[in-house]
């Protein structure tokens, strides 16, 4: 038997990783240690992992500077149209890894580390998670990002720097208990710091109205620090920037004339100032209006738009053009993609710098406003809506307040001239919600200030025109777009599933890394005994590989025959952990009850965080881990079955789980959840799907055809019969025995025996106020489990549909999603130039 390879030799042989030339070899080798040395000189005798860590991410950096630079100064001289997307949230994990495949270094790095007597891996497990998003919103921004620098597009990401960012998730007794993520301790190598471009943010203040126009006065100055990281496009030396901003103190905080004397308490308050970028709101799906969220929403787009606006000013093309002052051509250079209604601001903002400050008449500032915006809907979720307090804005921002009420009463009287005397139509439409108190809905002011809004998937973007903007869509039709969200192929399958990747590129060559359509030809190999072999084995090796780490984490054993039943996302009532959890259970008591009948064993995994003041949800977690304690401890049940619960799901964790799942769940309700991302990286890594006909999951059936996922439960239809209706929850639970068994024990305190009554609250809302219908789909979905159980139990016949998924995932790739935002929203052609690299000369 010849001894089995290396992690470090396995690497090697994978093509799609790069040729590690000898003389590149030597010349990583060279910069680590020159890198090393600095950082040891300076600091102490011995290195550490981190140290190694460190020397390697600036090794890999001074291959990012030249292209950056030269990127940079590319865009300067073609002046071509500039993207900037902002968003609240950048949800970037890990970069060193995804910095090494985009330039085309890893196996180049891979080598020298090993011969430097260092594994590659374990230096990359030292690198933090960028954790500045709490889900979906912030990790789709993150994969649009390495999309738009692969397509060759003028792009920026603008947002904010958190100090710290989604907190760490510790179980402790079954609870989350949240701890902060000090997520910059050991510093960050990737980004650089630009304080020449600091730029001042305004908050509260008068406005004077003047015979010269309205001036926003006796404001308090916050200053905006920009942090750049740079964007590496997959192999075609282009690199973007993506710029955070941090909050500052301006010098003479609280030092003016009314606080003379408390010279130290002055100081100490510059604190509130910089706690603008201190901490991410850990909502997922959920508005919470605090003036602080509001404060931070303001702060991005302010330092966004005098940042855009010096770019467009002092543009190559401005200089030659004396006309250059003149906003005119300002749509044809600048699109401003707003990412869900948190930088809805920027409308309101442009139309004050156009107005106030440019001095444009409305008229004109208002058409240059609307064909530079274009607004992306990210949820129906009532809850989810911002709707702030206008009393807020009174005090926070009193001249956008006014500028809102103008864009507002302009916009009224349009629908009232279209629809006369139809005064509810403009109750629903306006701006402003009446009530106590008053409120602006964030969303309408979006709808009414851009030229394109779109939802994520084809579904959503139907209920979108046909429910929540439904009078803004009889209006204007030709607003409303869909663009089905995508993931990026790069890190979700040749960084995170290398071993498929390969196998995949032995079949049908590399191109299809930036052009995902090209796995169709995969369909020609679903019968191909060896392939079908292959793509069993990568994933044996996958669930071998992360069973190793669960055991190493968790000191759990795992069974690698078992299903890996994965349900990973953020923790929420509409996504329905709970029903996942009824199926664990109805499970268990099937085995209780026949102990001797041969099952097919699994290993569901549920991982998630709560929003740390989401009592549901926290509760839900508790469910879990206590069915955990139950079954993982029941001799009776043996291997059969087993519930681990994914502390601190996360990117870096998501690389891990998603390659060795063989059972994605996306079981929200039909209608809820706006597409999903999780469900196509499942998808494109060999697992299949059970879900709901809800989001993404419905062009994935499209794609691959229905027979080759698992699809249960109500569709929109049936769920909105339903609401007519009205659900009733017990018929289900008096019909259905296993159903009535399983809420018995969660209510009789059989999974909380030290505290019956532990789980009143999930139970009672469950029984009494479900808003997402747990019981409606429940008996589907066991019997759809039924039907996965059945087909694994043939491993050939369950291999087929994974290839047949895979081979249909191309539409997924998030280069398709932004080749369309790029033609039919921003009017741009994506670009397949490849920028010299800093060692070519320039032409």
Known sequence: MSKPLTDHEKRKQISVRGIAGLGDVVEIKKSFNRHLHFTLVKDRNVATPRDYYFALAHTVRDHLVGRWIRTQQYYYEKDPKRIHYLSLEFYMGRTLQNTMINLGLQNTCDEAIYQLGLDLEELEEIEEDAGLGNGGLGRLAACFLDSLASLGLAAYGYGIRYEFGIFNQKITNGWQVEEADDWLRYGNPWEKARPEYMLPVHFYGQVEHTPEGSKWVGT??????????????????TVNTMRLWSAKAPNDF???????????????????????????????????????????????????????????????????????????????????????????????????????????????AWEITTKTCAYTNHTVLPEALERWPVYMFVKLL??????????????????AALYP???????????????????????????????AVNGVARIHSDIVKSTVFKDFCDVEPEKFQNKTNGITPRRWLLLCNPGLADIIAEKIGEDFLTDLFQLRKLSDFINDETFIRDVAKVKQENKLKFAAYLENEYKVKINLESIFDVHVKRVHEYKRQLLNCLHVITLYNRIKKDPNKKVVPRTVMIGGKAAPGYHMAKMIIKLITSVGE???????????????????????????????????????????EASGTGNMKFMLNGALTIGTMDGANVEMAEEAGEENLFIFGMRVADVEAMDKKGYNAREYYDRLPELKQAMDQISGGFFSPKEP?????VVNMLMNHDRFKVFADYESYISCQEKVNQLYRNPKEWTKKVIKNIAASGKFSSDRTIAEYAREIWGVEPSDVKIPPPNEPRE
Not at 224 to 237: C, E, I, K, Q, S
Not at 276 to 291: A, C, H, M, Q
Not at 647 to 662: F, G, M, Q, W
């Open 398 to 415: 009193p001249r956008h307040l006014e500028i809102i009420y103008e864009i507002n009463q302009r916009h009224l009287d349009r629908i």
């Open 630 to 672: 139950v079954v993982n401890n029941d001799p009776v049940v043996d291997d059969g079955l087993k519930v681990i619960f994914l502390e601190n799901y996360r990117v870096s964790l998501a690389e891990k789980v998603i390659p060795a799942a063989d059972l994605s769940e996306q079981i929200s309700t039909a209608g809820t």
């Open 421 to 451: 005397g139809d005064v509810d139509r403009l109750r629903r439409m306006s701006l402003i919600e009446e009530g106590d108190p008053k409120r602006i809905n964030m969303a309408h002011l979006c709808v009414v200030g851009s030229h």
């Open 757 to 761: 009554e532990l789980f009143k609250d």
């Open 220 to 237: 308090q100055v916050v200053l905006a620090m920009p942090y750049d990281t740079p964007v590496p496009g997959y192999n075609n030396n």
């Open 254 to 364: 609280n030092l003016q004339e009314f606080n003379v004397g408390d010279y130290i308490q002055a100081v100490l308050d510059r604190n509130l100032a910089e706690n603008i970028s201190r901490v991410l709101y850990p909502n997922d799906n959920f508005f919470e209006g605090k003036e602080l969220r509001l404060k931070q929403e303001y702060f991005v787009v302010a330092a966004t738009l005098q940042d855009i606006i010096r770019r467009f000013k002092s543009s190559k093309f401005g200089c030659r053009n004396p006309v250059r002052t003149s906003f005119e051509t300002f749509p044809e250079k600048v699109a401003i993609q707003l990412n869900d209604t948190h930088p809805a601001l920027a409308i309101p903002e442009l139309m004050r710098i156009l107005v106030d400050i440019e001095h444009l008449d409305w008229k004109k």
